[in-house]
């Protein structure tokens, strides 16, 4: 079934649909309170003059007077010829059509069954009778004021008609629909994570008030931004100007409280940590900064920057002439780490990284495994939840539970896709998917 989803099409096509239904109808109109009574007259006439010429005729025989009747000739006056059924005039018969109601009234007007039959002929319409008092024989009258080119002006007028009201409504829907196109783009910008200008309040009092409305929102959004960069302001300066007083004051500590410093030292790094998620958390998107990204040597640089801190068995399976991937390099890089560091956490020292793109050649694929105790499939869906370490199932309470939160934000920035299963051999399977740049702008 054919659907238009566009608000100004479906207004238009019913308009349409509405302006041929009306035309239908006038012609309807037209044609049954002007066209068909003319006819109607027209036959009632004629039909008389053909049953005083088959009178004239029935008397001339009776009487055995050969001369011409005068209705005869006064009908050959009008154009009105009669013709045997086997004259070469009488193809145009055969290819005329039959029409029943002046078939039904010629009959029952003369008195004997006749067929009347319409044709267009070379300068006008014609009417020919076949009448069954008169065999052998068939009358051609000429319509000589029923010509194809008298309705040429009705057809046109018609179609400049319908075409300059379809042209004016098609103008007025797009001046009406215009303030609706300025909402679109500036949700879109707001979607971005993009502040715009106030979208002008204009248009119909339902738009207007969808706008105002957008606007009010618009402010709000702002506000809440200004209101996250004062708390990365305040986290950054207030909480971590105090925490490297404590560690500075724990460095200066008398070696025989080595055991207490170190401990001091180990939950004041931990808190710098935990600042450091907040942070990129509450970070804005950059969506405009995304390009050509090369997977397989992102995955290769956290493998071996991670091989330089961990005693961890790496297993990498990167896939030959993998499409780039388009997105911003240093966010994705923040992707695969945050997967590594925590399959680093919860596995038991072997990790596997691979990569790969769908069959239809829209995604690539990043996936990090690990042969850890795995996630209760009751946990799976809040896994990516800020302040969710899936502690039950992993058994530690390292972090502050927005690593998953970080890597689900960045990628749905990214329009992708995340997929978490427990493998079968024991051990957790995270895959991201995140959509290829087209191969016009593909970097060698």
Not at 186 to 198: D, M, N, R, S, T
């Amino acid at each position: 079934m054919l659907r238009f989803r566009s608000s100004r099409t479906q207004t238009v096509f019913f308009l349409v649909v509405l302006l041929i239904a009306s035309q239908v109808l006038s012609y309807l109109i037209v044609f049954n309170y002007a066209l068909l009574p003319s006819l109607k007259q027209f036959n009632r006439i004629l039909s008389h003059e053909v049953k005083v010429m088959l009178d004239e005729e029935e008397m001339l025989k009776t009487t055995g007077n050969e001369e011409r009747p005068f209705r005869r000739e006064l009908l050959a006056e009008l154009g009105v010829s009669i013709y045997p059924d086997n004259a070469p005039e009488s193809q145009e018969f055969l290819h005329a059509s039959t029409i029943d109601f002046l078939s039904e009234e010629m009959s029952a007007q003369v008195g004997s069954p006749t067929e009347v039959r319409l044709i267009l002929g070379e300068d006008n319409y014609v009417l020919w009778l076949k009448i069954e008092a008169m065999p052998d024989r068939l009358i051609r009258i000429p319509l000589t004021e029923l010509q194809e080119k008298d309705f040429a002006p009705l057809f046109r007028n018609s179609l400049l008609i319908a075409l300059m009201l379809i042209a004016g409504m098609w103008f007025f829907i797009r001046l009406q629909n215009r303030p609706l196109v300025a909402l679109e783009a500036a949700a879109k910008k707001v979607g971005k994570g993009e502040i715009p200008e106030p979208v002008p309040e204009r248009g119909a009092s339902e738009i207007l008030a969808v706008t105002k409305a957008f606007n009010q929102m618009s402010k709000g959004i702002q506000a809440l931004e200004e209101d996250r960069a004062l708390l990365m302001s305040g986290i950054s300066h207030d909480l971590r100007t105090p925490l490297t007083r404590i560690r500075l004051a724990t460095e200066m500590m008398s070696p025989q409280d080595d055991y207490l410093a170190e401990s001091m030292i180990k939950d004041t790094e931990e808190c710098n940590d935990i600042i450091g998620q907040f942070m990129d958390y509450l970070k804005p998107a950059q969506i405009g900064d995304h390009d050509a990204v090369d997977l397989n040597q992102m995955v290769s640089d956290v493998v071996r920057a991670e091989k330089d801190k961990h005693s961890i068995d790496f297993e990498l399976a990167t896939a030959e002439g993998l499409r780039h991937a388009l997105g911003e390099a240093v966010a994705l890089k923040r992707v695969v780490s945050n997967l590594v560091v925590n399959a680093i956490r919860y596995g038991n020292g072997w990790i596997k990284l691979s990569t790969g793109i769908s069959a239809d050649n829209k995604l690539v694929w990043v996936t990090v495994e690990d042969n850890g105790p795995g996630i209760d499939k009751n946990q799976l869906e809040s896994l990516f939840e800020p302040f969710t370490r899936g502690d039950t199932a992993r058994g530690s309470s390292e972090g502050a539970g927005l690593g998953l939160a970080i890597v689900k934000r960045i990628v749905s920035q990214h329009q992708g896709l995340i997929v978490v299963t427990n493998r079968s051999e024991g051990g957790l399977k995270v895959q991201i998917s995140i959509p290829t740049v087209k191969s016009k702008k593909s970097k060698g």
